[in-house]
């Protein structure tokens, strides 16, 4: 499968990573859209979280959130998560936006 998120996560693919654990990792956006973007993703193909997800993989995402807001000192963020082509998902692996480092509006979109 050409996708390019299973290539970062086998390390084909070079990438800033934050942290990592056996099923999940997070590493910064190429383009970010806030003073910290970091993706986060499970190392096995899901398209989005439409699919069902192994609870591993799941408490692994979990974990790369909180180990990031941990080695970051990060006080406040914002997830988002593009399910679909009118979500605006452009990479067909699920993840995660992890959004911080600026005040956001109350507002979510
Ligand atoms: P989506 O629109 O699918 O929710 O988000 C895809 C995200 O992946 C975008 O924010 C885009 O900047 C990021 N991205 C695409 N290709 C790469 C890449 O090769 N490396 C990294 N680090 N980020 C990527
Ligand atoms: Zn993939």
Do not use: W
């Amino acid at each position: 499968m050409n996708c390019i998120f299973c290539k970062i996560a086998s390390k084909e693919i070079q990438s800033r990573i934050v942290y990592e654990n056996e099923r999940a990792m997070a590493f910064y956006d190429i383009n970010p859209q806030s003073p910290i973007h970091i993706l986060i993703i499970p190392k096995k193909h899901y398209e989005n979280l439409f699919e069902v997800v192994d609870k591993e993989d799941s408490d692994a995402i979990l974990d790369c959130i909180k180990r990031v807001v941990e080695t970051l000192g990060i006080k406040h963020y914002r997830l988002v998560s593009n399910a679909g082509k009118g979500a605006g998902q452009e990479v067909f692996h699920l993840h995660l936006h992890f959004l911080a480092g600026k005040v956001f509006s109350a507002k979510t979109v």
